[in-house]
């Protein structure tokens, strides 16, 4: 699967971007990515993932470019 439209953008429900976005918001690491647009498409879980997603999931999850939401606390 494609996760990058180019250098510095995740693709809206992949795996990569799932990664970055569950770390960014401080959710646990749990592998899933969307067909599609997040949550407007079919979820896939962990059970469900090749290799190759999990390992790109996981780079999206230690990617820590955007730091972590500041909820304020």
Not at 21 to 29: C, H, I, K, N
């Amino acid at each position: 699967m494609q996760s990058f439209v180019d250098n510095d953008t995740f693709i809206h429900g992949s795996p990569e971007d799932r990664g970055n976005a569950d770390y960014y918001y401080g959710r646990p690491w749990e592998p899933h990515y969307f067909k599609g647009d997040t949550y407007m498409s079919e979820r896939v879980e962990l059970k469900d993932m090749t290799a190759q997603e999990i390992v790109e999931y996981t780079r999206g999850y230690n990617d820590h470019r955007c730091g972590q939401k500041d909820w304020g606390v």
